[in-house]
């Protein structure tokens, strides 16, 4: 009895010190054949995607991008090689959506296609949520939940016939929600349209991974957007709900934009992001989840995993010390 414990023991403090190394080296552990793969990268004008979309190509992937724009589409491929194909999609446009998954079923085949990326977003409008209108709600919608919704559902055949992989971009602010408007409603919708994805996938050979950056310096966090159009949202409002707030308001809002956006995100190398996404595509074993930058990591994921009236407590903490600081300034002029 005491030879078996004694067995039993050591085997199980083997198991718990070697796992973690195990864990590593499977994680990796580099898919074969990358030549022959096919990966389509939404929203590639600028940013993580197009980014992204250079790195992969560069990696020996077939990559197709798709831009918003011919110019997007150009510079694109002045930046990469004869291999990269660019195609125009609009994600809230049927036929634009039609003509992608066309071009995609001649050039992948009967191997279908390796890797999905959905990268393709907007931000604004973001602001006060009363200060919101449905059709606000439904800009950011149509194109960070829906239309990402749309071409998946639509290349997911494809997707299964290669046993590939489907990479959807999320954002910390699917886990904490830290301004109204649709952006972080939007990225909530990823997180769980991801979650039961890769629990249907599964039999299927098929894994899905969710990238959660912090806030890096992209199009999406150009705070001289989101500011323009806080102040389109703030004049249309009537004046009886301006007064309720009073001007303080907006410009105690616009700083804690300044500093959530672009104090908080030093971030101009997002090779951390589009790592993440690379891993997901070429790991035997890719993750679940990226959380993607030194803020995600250390602040918003752990923040999200807190009791609820601690997270609520943390953001107005930080609200309240902006608010001090942007007063303390106004003092000083």
């Known amino acids: 009895m005491v030879l078996y414990y004694s067995i039993y023991t050591n085997s199980f403090v083997t198991n718990i010190v070697a796992t973690p190394h195990c864990y590593g080296r499977a994680l990796k552990r580099k898919i074969d054949g990358v030549r022959d793969k096919c990966v389509l990268v939404t929203g590639c004008d600028s940013g993580f995607g197009n980014h992204v979309a250079r790195q992969l190509d560069r990696r020996g992937f077939q990559v197709i991008a798709t831009c918003m724009t011919e110019k997007g589409c150009s510079d694109l491929e002045a930046a990469a090689s004869p291999n990269l194909r660019t195609v125009l999609l609009n994600l809230t446009d049927g036929a634009s959506l039609d003509r992608v998954v066309e071009l995609v079923r001649s050039v992948t085949g009967a191997r279908g296609l390796w890797g999905l990326v959905n990268n393709a977003g907007r931000s604004i409008p973001i602001g006060p949520t ?3 209108q449905v059709e606000d709600f439904k800009k950011v919608l ?87 159009d806080l102040l389109r949202l703030w004049n249309r409002l009537p004046q009886d709900i301006k007064d309720s707030y009073g001007d303080k308001y907006l410009e105690n809002y616009k ?45 918003w994921l752990p923040l999200s995993y807190c009791p609820t009236f601690i997270t609520d407590f943390v953001i107005l903490l930080l609200k309240v010390c902006i608010w001090k600081a942007t007063t303390a300034q106004e003092h000083m002029m």
């Not at 699917?174 to 990823?190: D, N, Q």
């Not at 074993?285 to 995600?296: Q, V």
């Open 130 to 132: 009363e200060w919101m």
């Open 142 to 228: 149509d194109v960070n939940l829906i239309g990402m919704i749309d071409i998946t559902l639509r290349l997911l055949p494809l997707v299964k016939r290669a046993r590939g992989r489907i990479v959807n971009v999320a954002s910390v602010m699917g886990r904490v929600a830290l301004t109204g408007g649709g952006y972080a409603l939007s990225k909530w919708g990823v997180e769980s349209f991801s979650d039961s994805l890769r629990r249907d996938m599964r039999a299927f050979g098929v894994k899905v991974s969710v990238i959660e950056p912090g806030f890096f310096k992209t199009a999406v966090t150009n705070v001289d957007l989101i500011e323009a």
């Open 255 to 299: 700083a804690e934009i300044m500093v959530t956006h672009q104090k908080s995100s030093p971030f101009k190398d997002i090779s951390k992001v589009t790592w993440c996404m690379e891993h997901a595509l070429t790991s035997r074993y890719p993750r679940t989840r990226y959380g993607a930058g030194w803020d995600a990591k250390l602040v």
